[in-house]
């Protein structure tokens, strides 16, 4: 098991870039590896309550659900407000 630490910065104007990299968080956590999500700059709105629910990515896949899956199985999300 590898720790893996993704750290996004896209918010809504690059939503789709924001999904991806929840998606990658998603994979790696499916495979046991320790993960470890960062929020900064403008992706830090991801981490209020409804804001992630519209957002995805150009190939149609929706960030809500990888959010969700993190939470639900150990990954940790941070949310630097400063």
Not at 8 to 36: L, M, P, W, Y
Not at 39 to 44: E, F, P
Request: net charge neutral; aromatic share 10%.
């Amino acid at each position: 098991m590898s720790k893996m630490l993704f750290v996004i910065s896209n918010g809504f104007e690059k939503a789709g870039r924001a999904t991806r990299a929840f998606q990658f968080a998603k994979v790696a956590c499916e495979k046991d590896h320790d993960v470890k999500v960062f929020l900064i700059d403008d992706a830090i709105h991801w981490a209020q309550l409804g804001m992630a629910e519209s957002a995805r990515a150009s190939t149609g896949e929706e960030m809500k659900p990888f959010i969700d899956y993190l939470m639900q199985n150990g990954a940790t999300i941070y949310a630097c407000k400063a």
